[in-house]
């Protein structure tokens, strides 16, 4: 489902609270209420404790204040992370829940373990579920700068491309596990400049990998995994090999035989040369 960027905008450009709010403030009045009563409750406890000259208890629910705050404290950084990144957060987050989280579209209150938690309808698992704030932030994940190093690529290959038999001006394959090793969710799920809008990828490379999968009729073979985490370049060599195939071919052409000697990427390719960035601490 689509999300609605022009209407949190205009809920972020029109917060119902003040510049100065505390943390507790900031997810509505009755969350803003609910978060007094346990603060208060204590407050009641330690100034009991204090009174009863029960110096370890008073310590023990200061350090149970101080972690209240703390935990509204994370959700308000969350809060700001949402509203900043509207326009930047990939297609490979599931936004759904975290969106009407942030919104005031959910019941904020403590769980057993002391954990801050959201409770709001999730339109991806299509009912209400309730996620601490790290377990409703782990899904997030923003743009990386992988678009811009790609079209270079292809277009530095484009521009040496010769049938002289001289190798290309950079390893391909290495220097796609670079770049596919901190990028490979963003690559996923977002639009790629390299491929035609018009094609059969529609501009995407998990389209461009699926739609090479399939058979004559159009349907994928029956173990074909398509969980979005299985695609993590550590243990698989598709989105490897759909970019490596696609460079060597904008250097060596579609119908050359050099395309199907030691340029192309084999299978295991992947994870050595995964394994070489990794011991070689290069960077993307």
Request: avoid cysteine; charge should be negative.
């Amino acid at each position: 489902m689509a999300r609605d960027i022009e209407k949190m905008q205009g809920y972020y450009e029109n917060v119902p609270y003040g510049d100065n709010a505390k943390s507790v403030e900031i997810h509505g009045r009755e969350n803003h209420e609910r978060g007094n009563v346990v603060v208060k409750r204590l407050m009641d406890m330690h100034n009991q404790a204090l009174k009863a000259g029960d110096k370890e208890a008073a310590s023990k629910i200061e350090t149970q204040i101080y972690h209240v705050d703390k935990e509204y404290a994370n959700a308000e950084v969350a809060k700001q992370e949402h509203a900043s990144s509207l326009d930047t957060t990939s297609n490979w987050a599931d936004m759904g829940f975290m969106d009407n989280a942030m919104l005031e579209q959910a019941v904020v209150d403590f769980n057993e373990m002391g954990k801050l938690t959201f409770t709001a309808f999730d339109p991806t698992l299509n009912k209400v579920v309730s996620r601490t704030t790290e377990e409703m932030s782990s899904e997030f994940e923003e743009i990386t700068p992988w678009m811009q190093p790609l079209m270079e690529m292809k277009q530095k290959l484009l521009k040496a491309r010769n049938d002289r038999g001289n190798p290309p001006p950079f390893d391909i394959n290495f220097a796609v596990n670079n770049l596919i090793h901190k990028n490979w969710k963003s690559m996923i799920a977002d639009p790629d400049p390299t491929l035609d809008p018009n094609g059969s990828s529609k501009g995407y490379r998990l389209q461009q990998i699926l739609h090479s999968a399939v058979d004559e009729n159009g349907v994928l073979p029956e173990n074909y995994n398509l969980d979005k985490y299985s695609f993590d370049p550590a243990n698989d060599t598709r989105l490897f090999a759909s970019i490596s195939e696609e460079l060597n071919r904008a250097y060596y052409g579609e119908n050359t035989k050099e395309i199907n000697k030691k340029e192309t990427p084999k299978k295991q390719d992947a994870h050595e040369l995964m394994s070489r960035i990794k011991n070689n601490n290069s960077s993307i």
